[in-house]
């Protein structure tokens, strides 16, 4: 076969885009490869609590994908991993390395019982919930996470520190938090009950041959150290929109009440400011982010559900609701949920006496206006992720100024790009709701099939 | 470098000259003590006193034109101390460097010589913090201002647009802070530090001003100040108007940093009514 390429396809990413490419790949009979930087796959779908426009529980939606990627037979699911490097062979094929960072945990003991993690002693931030909820040590993302296999977190594990302490003959290295490391824990070690757990784990580096790729690394948001204006990321009750997210999620740190991280008070007023670096040429990104005016009348909507003699006020420029059902949604959000929007940019948030004073225009009535808020929501830019400039060198594919992976022509080779064999989906490319990036990500998987079924018809017949 | 090297064409502007004599002499004062040798700009005028918002027409830039030129001469930086002046000085200087076709129409006016942007407009305070460097300022201070809660005032004009004007961060400033600092003050910020006092808006929405102004001062006493600091002459005026009437004992006072200065550097016939400073609340 090699002469005609493999039908073995790489999936680079593992959120809704990158699973949704790999399911519709693997269930043509066609072997996927799909790679994964997070101990669990998912992507930022896992964090969101209910989808636009159709208020569908996104966990609930997205967990019977994710288990079905978890057992499919025809892909290997590599998590915790990133692709180290990429060769191009003559017959068309690549030759990929993809790293597992070590995970201290033996996954073929592992029964995923979650002991462990119950008794590890010590907790650090989560970024799964973006700075509001603590996770164990070792943990994975979610309770729905697949695979349901934990991982150390080795810069926080005070017992691998310990052991790399006294190998390298130092003194006991503390942490950031003051805790010393400390020989005596191995609390998961000494409790699970396969004996998984592995101090001696190192990385691992396997080697793919491939024969086409989809490349859907995802998005970001824009951190909110980039908007000083607003707080800089000090004020600990202005979040971001992730993170709102997580307060409403059921499975999230508050299990579903909207309660404020400094004190745990329900808020009483919650501001949202639509374009939060977005549209911003001199202090944030030029372009539109696209989500936000949606995902931001759905999170007043549910606030108003959850709090419903609470206030929402939403900051916005102008309200961007192309899109089946969406012009609607916005307009329940502000005639039914009782949403007040305000049409004006906000210039300064800033806290005093126990509120926070967000400023900003009613350009409407014309009118300076100074909200004292409980909570803030800022829709902060989406962002292409940090590697993905990096990731896309390694297979040739071009970034734009923002960082964007380039597709070879935006209006009728939206999903291909100058690489033979190599796709793109998702938000990688731009900005998008879960509709498109999963549209997109069918596309891709298309392109994928189709080249894969020429290589198929162009072998010759097996001789009898 | 030996100190001696470090020499700025200077530019005082109006109000230093006349209301504000106290910042000028102060800022002579403690830029001496540091070495730092300002040599006047000869027979400058006006700097514009607001950049010039109709760029269509060029003798609107004369006037900072010919303070620019003029320094041109010394081949060294020009130096300000006015937010205004500075403000006015280097966003022409900025607008002149892009528009080279109004540069030559400009030129064409002006008899002493050709805009030819060579010079650098700068701040004492950027000058401080860049070329000299904290710590050196901290070398000099005799008195240092323990417990002095100052509150840094940045307003307006400063330091916006931060493209053109090259100081600091508008929206998460830090060079008087830092200043404070290495005095052995304590910098506190405070919401509306780099807020407009609304001098501007004295002839087209009086009262507004009153207004602002006294936000600038309930905000930095809200914070714990002592002291408001301050690089702008017009936001002094303001700061000190808007509390006109009230008990002495109510009054926040409002420094130009050269005067704080001058106080840490032991420096006291510079350092103004507001020090010794009275008991700390």
Request: with cysteine.
């Amino acid at each position: 076969m090699s002469n005609s390429g493999c039908t073995t396809a790489l999936v680079i990413g593992a959120g809704i885009g990158g699973i949704t490419a790999a399911l519709d790949i693997a269930n043509s009979g066609f072997p996927v490869v799909l790679v994964e930087r997070e101990p669990s796959i998912g992507g930022h779908m896992a964090q969101l609590s209910e989808t636009f426009p159709t208020l569908d529980c996104s966990q609930c939606i997205m967990t019977p994908r994710t288990v079905e990627v978890g057992h499919h037979e025809n892909i290997r699911l590599h998590t915790h991993s990133e692709i180290e490097s990429v060769r191009k062979q003559p017959s068309g094929n690549y030759t990929v390395r993809i790293r597992r960072r070590a995970a201290y945990v033996d996954w073929d003991k592992c029964t995923g019982c979650g002991v462990c993690q119950e008794k590890c002693p010590f907790k650090v931030e989560s970024l799964f919930e973006r700075g509001i909820g603590k996770r164990k040590v070792i943990y994975t993302l979610s309770p729905q996470a697949v695979p349901n296999k934990p991982v150390i977190d080795a810069e926080h594990c005070r017992y691998l520190q310990s052991k790399w302490d006294m190998e390298a003959g130092r003194a006991p290295s503390v942490d950031k938090q003051g805790n010393p490391a400390t020989p005596k824990c191995g609390a998961c070690a000494k409790l699970c009950p396969t004996g998984a757990i592995d101090w001696e784990q190192q990385d691992t580096v396997v080697e793919e041959e491939v024969g086409a790729i989809v490349m859907a690394t995802g998005y970001d948001l824009l951190p909110m150290e980039r908007l000083p204006e607003y707080g800089g990321g000090e004020l600990r009750d202005v979040v971001d929109g992730l993170a709102f997210e997580r307060l409403l999620a059921a499975s999230g740190p508050t299990a579903g009440r909207v309660l404020r991280p400094s004190d745990g008070a329900e808020p009483r007023q919650v501001v949202f400011v639509q374009c939060s670096g977005s549209r911003d040429p001199e202090r944030g990104v030029p372009y539109c982010s696209k989500i936000c005016c949606l995902y931001v009348a759905k999170q007043a909507m549910l606030y108003k559900h959850r709090v419903p003699d609470g206030q929402a006020y939403v900051f916005y420029i102008d309200v961007r609701a192309g899109g089946k059902g969406y012009e609607e949604f916005v307009t329940r959000a502000q005639e039914e949920s009782g949403v007040v929007y305000l049409r004006g940019k906000v210039s300064k948030i800033y806290a005093q006496d126990g509120k926070l004073m967000v400023k900003g225009a009613d350009t409407l009535s014309h009118r300076a206006v100074e909200i004292p808020a409980d909570l803030v929501v800022l829709a902060t830019a989406f962002v292409p992720r940090a590697s993905t400039t990096a990731v896309a060198g390694l297979f040739g594919v071009g970034v734009d100024d923002n960082g964007f992976l380039v597709p070879g022509d935006e209006e009728m080779a939206p999903v291909e790009c100058g690489a033979e064999g190599v796709f793109l989906a998702g938000a990688a490319l731009g900005p998008k709701d879960i509709p498109e990036t999963v549209a997109q990500a069918s596309g891709a998987a298309a392109k994928v099939l189709s080249l894969f079924q020429q290589r198929v018809n162009a072998q010759p017949p097996v001789a009898a | 470098m030996t100190s001696a090297e470090r020499i700025y064409s200077y530019f005082p502007g109006c109000t230093l000259a006349t209301t504000a004599v106290d910042y000028d002499v102060s800022g002579r004062a403690v830029a001496a003590a540091l070495g730092l040798e300002l040599r006047e700009v000869p027979d400058w005028n006006c700097c514009g006193a607001a950049f010039p918002l109709n760029a269509e027409n060029v003798m609107n830039f004369i006037a900072p034109a010919r303070a620019l030129i003029a320094a041109q001469r010394s081949g060294h930086d020009l130096a300000t101390l006015c937010a205004v002046c500075f403000h006015a000085l280097k966003r022409s200087d900025s607008f002149l460097r892009t528009h080279p076709e109004a540069a030559d129409r400009l030129n064409a006016f002006v008899t002493e010589g050709d805009f030819d942007g060579r010079v650098t407009v700068r701040h004492l305070l950027g000058i401080l913090r860049d070329d000299l460097g904290w710590e050196v300022v901290s070398r000099h201070v005799a008195a240092p201002l323990q417990g002095l809660r100052a509150a840094p005032y940045y307003g307006c004009l400063l330091l916006r647009p931060e493209a053109e004007m090259e100081l600091d961060n508008p929206e998460a400033p830090r060079v008087l802070h830092d200043l404070l600092q290495s005095l052995g003050a304590e910098p506190v910020g405070f919401a509306r530090q780099a807020e407009c006092c609304g001098s501007t808006l004295l002839v087209s929405a009086p009262g507004a001003n009153q207004r602002l102004s006294a936000a600038v001062i309930e905000s930095a006493r809200a914070a714990g100040a002592m002291i408001v600091v301050t690089a702008c002459p017009l936001c002094k005026f303001n700061l000190d108007r808007a509390q006109e009437g009230r008990p002495a004992a109510e009054q926040l006072p409002v420094a130009y940093f050269t005067q704080v200065m001058a106080a840490a550097f032991g420096l006291a016939e510079h350092a103004g009514p507001a020090f010794p400073l009275r008991a700390a609340a």
